[in-house]
Structures are given as structure tokens and as C-alpha cells.
């Protein structure tokens, strides 16, 4: 099995108007179904685009006024995901919920209502300047894919746990300020690329708004693949340019994983059984094999 993905550098256009986001939005999308890909993957907060309608906004009030434009962006990522046959990963925006105010990325399959991944794992930003709830769960979605929003891509569990539901494709909307923010998320994507043996793509929000929240971006969009034979040595298959608006495309072939997974140099994914990996009650010399079974506190006397 094969399929064209594409994953965006989304860089912010400040918004004089709602639908000015709304065209930038589509002009992503657009170029994708041009290039004949099935799935496309948006980064994390892209409606922050939207902050300069209220230049005045106190910061801490920024995740409370874009609220109300989630039902608008569900609405049209299921609209044009309809009419295009593409899966949307739509990065995420902020979306009230009866326990409070969630980062979650809404998903548009064709034919099918929306589907939504929440982010599990928030900064100290996210808690204490936006008052951001913590969701609950991961989502699998059809072409074996999966979602982690940014920061839960950081956490081995939250990739192994789709992987073991059958995620062969693990998508990472982000959005990092920072040089160390961005590489603590494209490192993870690499780790988990190799741990898992699977494609992880990493989209990201880039550019400017020149205040709080965003004074600043650092990040570029890629395709990942595991670092095995047949993939690339760096195990990039398509990136961005750094910190420049763009969007790349690749023929993921899951074929090629299975092969990777079953008679690679390495085999990760065989290998990855936790048995092995307990904490004894201290070292063994060479000389003392362990033989027979878990230690204890009574045979290490």
C-alpha cells in the first residue's frame, strides 16, 4: 500500500479578516491537491493568525477569543475534505469543552464526521498563561495514521501506544518559538521514527506576529522516515527550508516499512519487548549469569 502525503510550513499572514486566514488555509491545501497528494498534514495553532484582529488583546485572553472561531474551522476543514477526497490533519486550534478550554486537532476524513486528537501533554505556557485543560487519549484514523499534538510527540509512550493500535504514520502538528523547542520536537520525531519503525511528518507554524504569543517561530516541516535501508541515510525524506512558508510531498510506501521491519540491520519494532529491561537489585558480575527467572532481594544474599 501507497499514498502522496503532504505536510506544510505554515508561515502566519497577520489577518485583517477572518476569511483572509480562511484563503491562506486553502491555498495550502489547494497546492497539495494539486500535487496529487491524498493527505495533508497543517501545524499546531495556525488561528493564532487570527490574533491582530484585536491588537489590544491581553495575552492571557488570546485562547478565550479564538474559541470562537472552532466551529468556523471544523466546519470548513470537513467541507473541503469532502470535496477534495483528502484527509485534513488540521494542526490544531482551541476549542471549549465542558471541562474547559483544549488544544485539539480536528481531523476531516471524507464522507465521515470530524474526528478529534487532543494534546494530552501541555507547556507551562499552555497551563498558567492560557488556563489550557489537559486532554485524554489518542486517536487512529484511516491510512494507518495517528496524531500527537507537538509536546506529546516528546513522551516514547504516547508513539508506542499508536504504533502497537496499528499507526503506521505518526503526524505532529507543531508550533516551537525556540531553536531548542524545535529541535526537542524534530529529535522526538526521529527517535520515534526509529523506535517504532514507522513514517513520522512533522508540520510547523512559522513566522511572526512580533508580540506575545508569538514574538518569534523556529521550525521547518519534514517527512521521516526510520533509519534503515531502503530509506535515505539522514532519514528525511522531504523537508522545508528553515523558517520559510512551504510544502513537501512524499509517496509513503508501507510496504517498504514492513520489509524495514522484518529483515533490516536493525529490527526495532521485533525487538521492542520490555522483558529484558528490569532494574536488578544491583550489578551482576560477568561470572553470575541470570538464569532463572526475576531477581530478588533474597538470592542476591
Not at 105 to 131: H, M
Not at 218 to 230: F, T
Request: charged share 20%; glycine share 8%; aromatic share 8%.
Amino acid at each position: 500500500m501507497n499514498f502522496r502525503l503532504a505536510t506544510a510550513a505554515w508561515k502566519i499572514r497577520p489577518a485583517r479578516r477572518d476569511s483572509s486566514y480562511f484563503a491562506h488555509f486553502y491555498d495550502i491545501v489547494s497546492e497539495a491537491h494539486d500535487e496529487g497528494a491524498s493527505v495533508v498534514v497543517v501545524p499546531e495553532l495556525h488561528v493564532l493568525e487570527l490574533l491582530p484582529l484585536v491588537p489590544d488583546l491581553d495575552v492571557r485572553n488570546a485562547a478565550k477569543y479564538l474559541i470562537q472561531f472552532s466551529e468556523a474551522v471544523e466546519g470548513w476543514i470537513k467541507r473541503i475534505s469532502d470535496s477534495s477526497g483528502m484527509i485534513i490533519v488540521g494542526g490544531s486550534h482551541f476549542k471549549e469543552t465542558p471541562l474547559g478550554i483544549k488544544n485539539v486537532c480536528a481531523i476531516g476524513v471524507p464522507g465521515q464526521q470530524i474526528t478529534f486528537s487532543e494534546k494530552n501533554k501541555l507547556t507551562a505556557y499552555e497551563r498558567q498563561v492560557w488556563d489550557i485543560q489537559p486532554g485524554y487519549g489518542l486517536s487512529r484514523l484511516p491510512n494507518h495514521l495517528g496524531v500527537t499534538v507537538c509536546y506529546d510527540s516528546e513522551f516514547p509512550e504516547a508513539g508506542r501506544s499508536l504504533a502497537e493500535a496499528g499507526v503506521l504514520v505518526q503526524c505532529v502538528p507543531s508550533w516551537t518559538e525556540t531553536k531548542r523547542g524545535f529541535q526537542r520536537v524534530r529529535w522526538s520525531c526521529q527517535a520515534r521514527a526509529v523506535e517504532n519503525q514507522n513514517y513520522v511528518i512533522h508540520s510547523s507554524l512559522i513566522g511572526e506576529l512580533g508580540y506575545e504569543p508569538v514574538p518569534h517561530t523556529y521550525g521547518s516541516a519534514a517527512i521521516i522516515a526510520p533509519s534503515v535501508e531502503p530509506f535515505p541515510i539522514n532519514s528525511i525524506l522531504r523537508e522545508t527550508p528553515l523558517n520559510e512558508e512551504g510544502i513537501v510531498f512524499a509517496d509513503l510506501d508501507l510496504d517498504l516499512l514492513a520489509e524495514a521491519r522484518s529483515s533490516g540491520e536493525v529490527t526495532n519494532w521485533r525487538d521492542r519487548g520490555a522483558e529484558s529491561w528490569e532494574v536488578l537489585g544491583q550489578p551482576l558480575e560477568p561470572s553470575q549469569p541470570r538464569l532463572f527467572g526475576p531477581q530478588t532481594d533474597e538470592n542476591l544474599n
